[in-house]
Structure formats: structure tokens, C-alpha cells
């Protein structure tokens, strides 16, 4: 059975899917954006600041649904530019300060909004 999760303390989903399906045990948190949930507005500053909003919103999303960044087992860390994949690390890092998850990361060509970054999460209880 799934049961969909959604975090007044994260962004709203800008279309049609949810922030976060539970199913089985695993949670499924779709792809975060750097946007302030409390203004709606993507947040001001580079990839560092932006990497942070975004491993918040996805903290926020987790708490909602009783997991933690240590129950996290996969991540998917889409970037506009590899330039900013170190800047990126950095900030990630510490929200991952022991036994990080699998992850893979990618530059694409665009993101929504214009965004430097967009993460998506899986974690497992």
C-alpha cells in the first residue's frame, strides 16, 4: 500500500506528483528544488546556498515521514553545470557526515525554475 507524504515544511509540488510516496517501507522523495517553503521563492545565493535549501526541504520531507538522512540509501543530484559539483559536495557532506548514501550526479541541460541543483532522495526503514 503507498501512502503519499506531504511536509508544510517543504515546498509545494510545482505539477502533477507528489513530495514523497512511502511504500513498503521505503520512501520515494521526489526531486527538491532550492525553493524557501515559506516564500515560495527559490532561494538567493549560488549553488552552496542553494544545495542547502534543498537538503533541507528534503529534511523536512523526511521528518514527515519518520525517516532521517540516516535511513537514506540512494540520492540523484542533478546539477546545471559539473562546475558546481565540488561546491555542491561540500554542502551535501555535511548533511551526510558518516555512512552516505549511493549516489550518482549528473549535469543537465535545464532545470525547473532555473535552479543550479535539484536532488532526489530514496530511504528505507
Known sequence: MKKIINSQNAPKAIGPYSQAIEANGTLYISGQLPVDPTTGQVVEGGISEQTEQVLKNIEAILKEAGYSFEDVVKSTC????????????????????????ARVAYAVQKLPLGVLVEIETIAVK
Open 78 to 101: 542533478l546539477l546545471s553545470t559539473m562546475d558546481n559539483f565540488a561546491a555542491m559536495n561540500e554542502v551535501y557532506a555535511k548533511f551526510y557526515p558518516a555512512n552516505p548514501p
